[in-house]
Each structure stands twice: as C-alpha cells, then as structure tokens.
C-alpha cells in the first residue's frame, strides 16, 4: 500500500474520531499525546534516521518550551499564542549552544553527552523554587482559536494532529531540499560530505536545531493542553521512550516516527493496565516488555515496522521538469594554465613516513596519472591535495593560490572535485540525488528556505544539472534507482557523475576504472578525453597500466612515499626503476 495512501487514511481516521459516537474521552486523550510525541519523534527522524546523530536528550527541549510558555503566560501575562514564538527560539538557540557543544563528540561519547545533559535539565527543574521545584506551575491558559478555549478530547486531538501535519510536510520538504540532502549525506560519511563542498559541522546543527525546534512545539503544546507541569515528563526515561518510538517505527522515514509513536504510546498504556494484572503486583513491568522488544527490533527489523509495512527503501526522486534555467558555470581555465603545484608534499603517522618529499603539476587540458604499486601513498597523497588529510610539510596551489590546511570543503569552492577508492555515495539516496549533492555549492537555499517549499526554481536547475551529468557519462537509464543497488563500476561512474557537478577546472579521480569491464573502461577512457578538450586538467590513480598508458599526458610513479620517476608513458614504461618497482629485479 502506497505511503501517500496511508497517511490519508491515517488523516482521515484522526478527522473522524473526535466526531464519532460512541468513541470514549480517554482514547481521544491517548491519542492526543501519541500526537505530541510523534511531533518529537519527527525532529528525531531527522536527527538520528537521517542524520545519524542519537540523541537522547530531546525531552530537554519538550520541558524548556513548556516552562517558557508556562512563565510567560502566567508571569508574563503573554497569551499562548504570542508565547509561541518566544519559546521557539529560546529552545533554538539552546539547542544551537548544546549542539556546537556536543557533537564535537563523536562515537559513544555523543549520546552520552546528550544523557547528561537532560539529567542535568531535570535536576535544575526540580530544584528551582521559581520553577515550583518538582510540583512543577499550575493554572496555565488554554490555548485559543477565536475566542474558543482548547480544553481537550476532540478538540485537543485535532489541534495536535493538525501541528503534526503541518510539522510533516516542512519535514518532507527540507529532506527533499538542498539542506536536506546534505543532512542526508552525512550518512555517506563526513569525507565524502565536505570534499564536495557540504559544511559538515554546520549542517549537523541545522539538524540539531530543527530536531530541538520540532520538540519545542510539542512542549508548547503540552503545556496549554494539561494546563499545568512538573519535571517528570522530561526526564531522562522520556527521551529514551522517544528515541524507542524512532526506532520501532523506522527512525529512516518520516512515517516510521509516525507510527512508532502512536505504537508506543498506545502498547505503553495498555501494558500498565494488563501486565499487573499477569504478574500480581504494581511496577512499571512495560520497560521491560520494551526491552525485549527494543532488543527483538534491533536484531529483525534495524530499520523499523514502517519499511514492511510500505516496502519501500528509497524515497522517489524528483521527477524531470520542465527546462530549468542553467546553473552558472565556472570560466573554464585557458589551456597550458597551471592548476595544481604540489611541491614537497610530507605526511607522517609517527615514525612512519607515508609521503616523502612528493612534487608535481597539473595543467588545464592535461590528465597526469600517479602510479605505483599498493602501499605507495598514492591515495594519501590525494587526500593531502585535497585537504582530507593535513600536510606534515610542503605546500599545495590552486590555480595560482596556497591552498595549503586549508579544509576540503574549502578547497572544493575553489574548483577542484575528486573520487574515492572506495567509493561514498549515499546507498539510501537515488543515484540522481547522489549526483545532485555534487552541484551543492552552486546552490545557496537554506533549510528555511527548503522547508518552506521557496527553493523550487534552484531545485530544477540543480537536478537539471544533475540530469546533464548523468547522461554525459552514460548513466541515464540508472537515474531513479537506489544507488547502493548498483554495480560497483557503476557507482564508480555516478561519482565521476557528482564531481562533474561541482563545474570543477580540476578533477581527481582514485582508480575510476576498478570494477569496470572493457567497453566500460573505453567509454571512461573517451569521457575523460573530451574533458581534457574542454580544458579541464585531471590527476587520476589507476592501476590498470593499459588504461593510463592510453590516456595520461604523464606519469608520476610513487614507490614507498617517494617519487620515483617522472615523464611521458613511453619513458616511464622503459625505466628500469619502474620495472623493478613493479615487476622485482628477478624479471
């Protein structure tokens, strides 16, 4: 069943209720607050699913919005609705002070950063005598629609599934927009991310902040519809159930937080009423039945109920539009115009020397090749051009300007894209949005912008680009298909694709023909022909001899960290030293 076709019925369903006879209070209640808890779950999809940042914190973000508006409009003597705002942004810019804070951590150690501060939220809550300490603020205003209080049941329900909605099509919208694909990218790994230009760190507190802004909502919420609060909502076992409710649901997709939320808060209140009952005492036997569950999902079903549920694994893309207009191009480079000077080039793990000592150049209209055999630090000394790995000592240019520490985003603005030799592309992600990410920096919309659905013209040309990129390199016929579902040659291919985009004068490919067959590596070999027509200037590693020998201009074979040579194919085939390095004295 189509994903669109549930969630109408779904709407449908949460319409209806309040209106039908015969449906009890109590379930209109419950249902309320599995809407105010999937509005949470939502920030987390976004967050954790997408993302890939665990939080456990989120409750901290639900409580510092309820006590705002609670002190607002009993103190401050603000309505709800002019509290609404107030809140929003006090919990935005928390969340913005905590996040620059602690996603500097990573492994473990950020979601336990994220632990210590909701415990330390709570603690200050319930030991704050303005605060009420842990009675918590009472007599708190309804919420008014006008003139009419939002005193609960239907009323409460509609009101909350209504901010749900709302809260959901700005989800949907920002993950489909140029943000929204670089918060995705970060699945495909931070390297990958900022060699194409994405600002990593930044756009994970753009994560961390919606997330933050969508828990903040609900907490405004919450607060005018209980009408009174205290610190035991937002502790630290709240925002473990949140993130249970991700998980269960399918924290990779908007409907899977949906879903795990309405799951979790409906079992949750009928396991208080049943399990007592089975075991003859009083307890909160329900965490445990979620810990086994939890442990059951984890082991199953990673992803979640949601996935089987609607069997689908990648969103579908957008579709082609009308012409779009064009992206602007970077002036292509005058040929013989030198690009990339590498001089000296030093990296040292230790007492291990990986580079020693490398130099070389790269001009427009020119593929130079670096060769040598496995372990000779010809990827490293990739990584040192383009600011993925920093330089020991040495010093690299850009058409003319010391690019040297600087970092591989920055670098990337400057015109120089690159391939890996392990390819990075985003597995969930199609191959066209893969290949979008590569046009990131000829983009400027941001996450308000994308959310909001006011990114539509830079949208078309964006993927218009993207269309272009992919046909030039003979992948059309893949555009719509998930990208970790190709072949490996292929995924190699969609990365030539989204370097392309960046409009780069300098491109640096890691082993483009590994994986390739025959007529595979003769249309790569034909495509970076036409580029060095156009002027673009290439430094690629290959270890096919046969392709290199065909297509560089020149050789730079590495041996142990160290240049061993340097020339025309031709030359460098008749070394001496190069045969040994490859071959060993013997032959």
Known sequence: MPTR????????????????????PFWLTLLTYAGLSAIVVTGLVVLT????????????????????TALLTTQGGLSPWLSLPVALLLSAGAAWIVGAITLRLSGHYLPLGTIAWNISFFYVLGNTDALGRYDGLTGLPPITILGHPILGGGEALLLTWGFLGVCLWLTHRLLRSRTGRAIRALKGGVVAAESFGVDTARVKIVAFVYAALLAALSGWLYAHIQRAINPTPFGINAGIEYLLMAVIGGAGAIGGGVFGAVLVTVLKDQLQNVLPLVFGAQGNFEAIVFGILLVLMLQRAPDGL?????RRSVAAPPARGPAAQPLASRPAASPGTMLLEAASLRKTFGGLVAVNDIGFTVAAGEVVALIGPNGAGKSTTFNLVTGVARLSAGAVRLAGRDVTGLPARRIARLGCARTFQHVKLVAGMSVIENVALGAHLRGSAGPVRGALGLDAAEEAALFAEADRQLARVGLSACRDLPAGGLALGQQRIVEIARALCLGPQLLLLDEPAAGLRHQEKQALGDLLRRLRQEGLGILLVEHDMDFVMGLADRLVVMNFGAKLCEGAPATVRRDPAVIEAYLGSAA
């Open 5 to 24: 076709l549930l969630a109408g019925l779904g709407a449908l369903l949460i319409v209806a209720l309040p209106v039908l006879p015969g449906v009890p």
């Open 49 to 68: 699913g997408v993302a890939g940042i665990t939080s456990f914190g989120q409750a901290m973000f639900v409580g510092l919005s309820a006590y705002a």
């Open 306 to 310: 949601w996935p089987l549920i609607v």
